[in-house]
Structure formats: structure tokens, C-alpha cells
């Protein structure tokens, strides 16, 4: 899941415009069960959650599409699904990290 705040346009009942763009390549990050905030969205949020939710910076990174990084923030909490601090291209620089020998990794969990 993604979340970013902004203005869209509405044409045929289905919505466009820069900020639609913006979710789209937030959502492309995360991985399944990951919430992702964009900048604006947890400048929003972020004096307003639960005390048991955080928000975690992952730092900036180029979205395709989009001509300056991007700020990603992570929910996290007490029964949250995904509580992995990487975002989806991240993850087989991660693996490599944790396995560096692929003899001795799965297959299926390297992807080069």
C-alpha cells in the first residue's frame, strides 16, 4: 500500500495528473503487505498516530519518472504485516548481503 497526498484530476471516472504518477512509483517500491508514505503524506500524519505505529525513514530514492528523489517513510506497529526496513529493489542487494555465497542460498530467493 501506498499513500501520498495531492491533487488529481478526474476524467471518466478514473484519475490523472503528476501525483497519481507519484503513488503509482511509491507503490511500485514496497513490497506486498509494506505501507509506504511519501514526504507530503507523513508530514500529514506523523503527530497523529497511535502509540504503538511508527513512521521510519528509508531515506530518498529515485522513482522512475519523477525528477528529484523522493523522501519514503514505512508504517510500522504492533501487528503490522511487513516490518522490513528495504524497498522492493533493495531487497537482492539485502539477500546478497545476508547470503554473499548463492551455493548455500535458495534459488528462489536470489534474483540477479
Known amino acids: 500500500m501506498a499513500i501520498h497526498t495531492g ?3 478526474e476524467r471518466n ?4 495528473g503528476p501525483d497519481v504518477n507519484r503513488v ?3 507503490l511500485s517500491a ?4 509494506q505501507i509506504l508514505l511519501s514526504g507530503a ?5 506523523r503527530n497523529h498516530l497511535p502509540h504503538d505505529v511508527e513512521i521510519r525513514d ?3 530514492h529515485q522513482l522512475k519518472g519523477l525528477s528529484l528523489p523522493e523522501q519514503i517513510f514505512q508504517v510500522v506497529g504492533r501487528g503490522a504485516a511487513y516490518n522490513m526496513n528495504s524497498l522492493h529493489w533493495q531487497l537482492p542487494k539485502l539477500v546478497q548481503t545476508i547470503c554473499p555465497l548463492k551455493r548455500h542460498c535458495s534459488s528462489a530467493a536470489i534474483k540477479s
Open 41 to 45: 503524506a507523513q508530514q500529514l500524519v
Open 30 to 33: 514496497g513490497h506486498g503487505g
Open 58 to 60: 528509508l531515506g530518498h
Open 13 to 16: 471516472e478514473d484519475y490523472f
Open 24 to 26: 503509482a512509483r511509491l
Open 7 to 9: 491533487v488529481a484530476e
